[in-house]
């Protein structure tokens, strides 16, 4: 969960000693999104080409697929926060398959001086996938469930929600009625918890999915160090090529877990009765 400065503990780098590898990786990978967008739309045509082509492709296909989901009165609103979320991830999720990441560092905890002692099997790596850190992950949580609550209240409000989690469905009347209005009352605890234990599942899902894949990526390059010299260098780079794929796969599909699950809940607190 932790990360190592990049600068150490000195006197004359302390007030950096919170530029950790991943938030210098994250910081990376918001430049890189920013520098792109930019290009596509600085000089934007009527018939798209090139980045504008790729860009406004990504932008329509996302905005459709989550108009979907959260219906047209959310989708103003929620767009913005739900396409950040998915290139973000992704392009984070993928740069821990750039050479060098994860993959060189300190053998040993690293000093405050200089950088020096890279290792084949860093156990504190120079760089770090952004999303392998876990304060990363709970962040992007954090601003989710926020936007979220914030997003459900003005739509539905107060009452609404309360309403809508501890109501009786079906519009049953009579005994049955009531019967069913203490059931859907209990039934709301545990939409409750239900709700509480997503700010949970969301993090420890995507953290423990890319930090696994960067332990295997680590450890596939590496079996066979101790092997003679030049079959020691081909099998670091022929075994991992069929992991690398799988990662990519991996990446692509933990953005859209993450950005499918805040859409779904979105939707799941923001519907209407009258909605089909």
């Known amino acids: 969960m932790g990360a190592p400065s990049l600068f150490g503990a000195s006197p004359d780098t302390s007030f950096l000693a919170w530029l950790t590898n991943s938030i210098f990786v994250s910081a990376v990978v918001v430049l890189?999104?920013?520098?792109?967008?930019?290009?596509?739309?600085?000089?934007?045509?009527?018939v798209p080409d090139g980045p504008q082509n790729l860009f406004e492709a990504l932008v329509?296909?996302?905005?459709?697929?989550?108009?979907?989901?959260?219906?047209?009165?959310?989708?103003?609103?929620s767009f913005g926060l739900l396409a950040s979320l998915f290139i973000y991830i992704l392009i984070a999720n993928l740069c821990s398959l750039l050479p060098g990441v994860g993959s060189i560092g300190w053998s040993h905890e690293p000093p405050t001086g200089p950088f020096h002692s890279f290792h084949e099997e860093p156990a504190y790596p120079l760089l770090r996938p952004a999303t392998s850190d876990l304060n990363l992950t709970l962040a992007l949580t954090i601003v989710s469930?926020?936007?979220?609550?914030?997003?459900?209240?003005?739509?539905?409000?107060?009452?609404g929600f309360l309403k809508h989690t501890f109501g009786p469905k079906g519009g049953m009347t009579g005994v049955m009625g009531a019967i069913l209005a203490v059931?859907?009352?209990?039934?709301?605890?545990?939409?409750?918890i239900s709700i509480s234990t997503r700010a949970l599942s969301l993090p420890l899902r995507l953290y423990g999915n890319?930090?696994?894949?960067?332990n295997l990526m680590g450890m596939m390059m590496t079996i066979?160090?101790?092997?003679?010299?030049?079959?020691?260098?081909?099998?670091?780079?022929?075994?991992?090529l069929p992991f690398a794929f799988l990662e990519v796969g991996v990446g692509l599909?933990?953005?859209?877990?993450f950005t499918l699950l805040t859409a779904v809940y979105l939707q799941l607190s923001t519907s209407h009765e009258d909605e089909h």
């Open 32 to 46: 890189a999104i920013l520098a792109f967008a930019r290009k596509a739309v600085r000089n934007a045509k009527i």
């Open 60 to 77: 329509e296909n996302l905005y459709t697929g989550m108009e979907g989901i959260v219906g047209r009165h959310m989708i103003g609103r």
């Open 145 to 159: 469930m926020t936007l979220w609550f914030v997003w459900t209240m003005q739509e539905v409000g107060p009452w």
């Open 183 to 192: 059931v859907f009352f209990f039934v709301g605890f545990l939409e409750l």
């Open 224 to 240: 066979g160090a101790h092997w003679p010299g030049w079959l020691a260098a081909i099998s670091s780079v022929v075994i991992p």
């Open 253 to 257: 599909l933990q953005a859209l877990v």
């Open 210 to 214: 890319i930090f696994a894949g960067e």
